[in-house]
Antibody, heavy 123, light 111 residues
């Protein structure tokens, strides 16, 4: 059974930093691309960032480019999102999602999701 | 403002059929990129419902179906049940943004 468990969320001041983690199990982690998708309170879903199975390719939404860094440790079956220069508009539930193949592609689906971790940016 | 446009809400009585539209552009659905659909039950994470325009993952009832035409995609739900009450999101790839995009979401109410 695929399981994705996010952690690391919390309250942070504007301009601060936070690192999210996603522990994966139930599948061969390095065979699949992984992504972060966020959902602001009462709002819709927004794709944030993705990384290929071997970690060699990364992708970012314009809204986070230059401030967020996605990475993975395949020896620990863990996905990360390092967030810096945080803004109020980054407040959201951050979901970890598994891709359907090793590499991100235009056909990529998000086939399994974790339960999310809440990030609140406020003074 | 989402790149993919969905109606904010739809409703139907138990047993009825409802459809949810997802209108894109020549940079996403109209460019031939696949549409996916996700179901988000209240207080839970999204779940993949339809992929590749009209394919259901294992375990998704055949009451759910997807279609695509031109710059739009649609999700149809037949034999509506109370448990179908949820938010539904379409998703595709957008070449102008070089990224994966979601619709704004549609809240389905079962009357």
């Amino acid at each position: 059974e695929v399981q994705l468990v996010e952690s690391g969320g919390g309250l942070v001041q504007p301009g601060g930093s936070l690192r999210l983690s996603c522990a994966a199990s139930g599948f061969t982690f390095n065979n699949y691309a992984m992504s972060w998708v966020r959902q602001a309170p009462g709002k819709g879903l927004e794709w944030v960032s993705s990384i290929s199975g071997r970690g060699g390719s990364t992708y970012y939404a314009d809204s986070v480019k230059g401030r967020f860094t996605i990475s993975r440790d395949n020896s620990k079956n863990t996905l990360y999102l390092q967030m810096s220069s945080l803004r109020a508009e980054d407040t959201a539930i951050y979901y970890c999602a598994k891709g359907g193949a090793r590499d991100m592609a235009t056909t990529t689906t998000f086939d399994y999701w974790g339960q999310g971790t809440l990030v609140t940016v406020s003074s | 403002q989402s790149v993919l446009t969905q109606p904010p809400s739809v409703s139907g009585a138990p047993g009825q059929r409802v459809t949810i539209s997802c209108t894109g552009s020549s940079f996403n659905i109209g460019a031939g990129y696949d549409a996916q659909w996700y179901q988000q039950l209240p207080g839970t994470a999204p779940k993949l419902l339809i992929y590749g325009n009209n394919n259901r993952p294992s375990g998704v009832p055949d009451r759910f179906s997807g279609s695509k035409s031109g710059t739009s995609a649609s999700l149809a739900i037949t034999g509506l049940q109370a448990e179908d009450e949820a938010d539904y999101y379409c998703q595709s790839y957008d070449s102008s943004l070089s990224g994966w995009v979601f619709g704004g979401g549609t809240k389905l109410t079962v009357l």
